[in-house]
């Protein structure tokens, strides 16, 4: 009986047993098996491609010796692994560091690979800033492996001690749910798989085999929240209630069940309130409760790949959004994008620098059907030879050096109508219902002195003509760089 309540008194068999187990299970988590069990019927089911994040810390050597267990066993899920050691260069002990981790690595017969990173305290502090630039190289080094999934070696307490430090500086549900099991990230899958096994079950399984790991110096400076909670905190808490990390760790699985639960409706009242090219529709977001519309806010955001504000913005994003007038301008940078009020809906752009040159001007020499790139728009012309039912630019009005891409001066008018006189563009715009603050990203095709194409709005009719069949005619439109919110289509 003993032996089942005191991890520290387990064999080796039950030890490994239990964290190959876990391992299992996260790697079907990792590749959607538990979610969509049909795709996976076949006898030749999916394995994961794994980088695992390689510190040469105690857990991090546990588990590449779980994973080089569980990759040579029959019927492996694991198709392989590469450990990757993120060199961070801030300790005199990184190389040796980075020496003991290929050594342990070409031991197990683990394919093993070197990063040296950058770390920048932009306004951060240091654990911070390596946290990022750290996980920043584990995400290109996975694309260049190919992974299904990113592995790191974060265990039950490790979720405990974040619970605790997210507690301390106010968070709400999400934060103090700490992190997932599982969490998507792009194409691939960013996996903890020892999130439920405790700190004693991994130093056994190390003890066990007598295996040997690195000691980061920086771990026992108290000076660090994380360290000061681990070395301080828990222990004190362990003499008042021996045992009550399990207990504690009940609690927190269910905080970040009950998070899960409210994004899962906040996704659903995100699906009623999108309006079209994945705005946000002010008016069916207010008739929501202020906690929904927190909620929908944030999932909206997270839906362009955008890490979530802090509540403090997100409850000045919604107080602008109920103050100011459909005719008001509203801006709220997040990072490198933008939350902007257009008429009665909410748009996310990214943010780019205006031109504020109007006398810097772009020569375009056209030699035929191609794409034309328009550094100074952050897009491309692109021109096509008429289909037979088309009208276009004939070949001699192309092929003439006259080209020039402008911004905006003011007063330019455009014929988009054949039966229509001419008009403003401010007012053909309007009509096309861009946004003011997307018509600056919008280039204009001069002919000479001649306004021939408005980005957004089209050709001017008026030089537009039939193939004949001495010289064919060619279409032009513009396409904005391939972005995440490029919503605007030529």
Known sequence: MTSKRNPSTYSLRTVEAKLLDALKVAIDEGLG????????????????????????????????????????????????????????????????????????????GIDFKVIHVMVKTKGEGVEAAARKARYQALYKAADAFGATMVMTAHHEDDRLETFLIQWMRGAGLEGLATFPLVRQEGNVALVRPWLHVPRVLIERYLELYQLSWVEDESNADTTYLRNAVRHEVLPVMDKMRPGFRCAAARSVELVAQASELLRDYAKEDL?????????????????????????????????????????????????????????????????????????????????????????????????????????????????????????????????????????????????????RPRKHLKALYSEANIAEFDRPKLPLLWHGDDLIFAAGLGMDVRYLSQATT???VFVISWKPDDTLLTLMQG
């Not at 705005?279 to 069916?284: G, H, P, R, T």
């Not at 952050?378 to 630019?393: D, F, S, Y």
């Open 33 to 108: 098996r538990t979610k969509n069990p049909s795709l996976f019927s076949t006898n030749q089911p999916a394995r994961a491609r794994i980088l695992l994040g390689f510190s040469g810390g105690r857990d991090s050597v546990a588990l590449i010796k779980a994973l080089a267990v569980l990759k040579n066993k029959r019927n492996s899920p694991i198709e392989a692994v590469q450990a990757l050691h993120v060199h961070h260069a801030l300790s005199p002990n990184a190389n040796r560091w980075a020496r003991f981790c290929r050594k342990t690595a070409a031991d197990l």
């Open 271 to 419: 699906k009623r309130i999108e309006g079209p090219s994945r705005s946000l529709d002010i008016a069916k977001l207010m008739r929501l409760s202020s906690a929904r519309q927190a909620l929908v806010l944030r999932a909206w955001i997270e839906s362009f790949g955008i890490l979530p504000p802090s509540r403090a913005k997100l409850t000045e994003a919604l107080r602008q959004t109920r103050e100011t007038m459909s005719d008001t301008k509203l801006t709220l940078k997040l990072t490198h994008f933008e939350i902007k009020r257009h008429g009665g809906q909410l748009v996310m752009r990214e943010s780019q620098p205006q031109i504020k040159d109007k006398t810097q001007f772009e020569s375009i020499q056209f030699k035929g059907e191609g794409c034309y790139p328009v550094k100074n728009w952050a897009g491309e012309l692109i021109v096509r030879k008429a289909t037979e039912t088309e009208v276009g630019v004939p070949l001699s009005v192309l092929l003439d050096n006259s080209w020039q891409v402008r911004p905006r001066q003011g007063g330019e008018k455009l014929k988009v109508h054949r039966q």
């Open 470 to 472: 001495d010289e064919p």
